[in-house]
């Protein structure tokens, strides 16, 4: 069974940082590449940064360009986002999600695998 389990999230206020984790079971981790989403009340879910299986390839989303940084540990079957200067805006409820391909994706239908989200909450 596979299993996207989202750490991390919380309440910061704008200009602070976080890191999330996503630890995955149950699949060909280090064959994917992985995701991170995010959905804000009242929103459709928007895409967020995506890493390619091998590491070396990342693209982002252009709201969170230069602020937020993927990155995955293989060895650990883990992938992470790094969230520096947040804004209220950023607030919302973050997926990491698995696809089901090596290459990374914008795209969300590409995403076989989901987790269950964790919540970023960000003050003014």
């Known amino acids: 069974q596979v299993q996207l389990v989202e750490s991390g999230g919380g309440s910061v206020q704008a200009g602070g940082s976080l890191r999330l984790s996503c630890a995955a079971s149950g699949l060909t981790f280090s064959r994917r590449a992985m995701g991170w989403f995010r959905q804000a009340p009242g929103k459709e879910r928007e895409f967020v940064a995506t890493?390619?299986?091998?590491?070396?390839?990342?693209t982002y989303g252009d709201s969170v360009k230069g602020r937020f940084t993927i990155s995955r540990d293989n060895a650990k079957n883990t992938i992470y986002l790094q969230m520096n200067s947040l804004k209220p805006e950023d607030t919302a409820v973050y997926y990491c999600a698995a696809a089901s391909g090596f290459l990374f994706t914008r795209d969300l239908n590409e995403y076989g695998y989901w987790g269950q989200g964790t919540r970023v909450t960000v003050s003014s």
């Open positions: 890493i390619n299986w091998n590491t070396d390839s990342t």
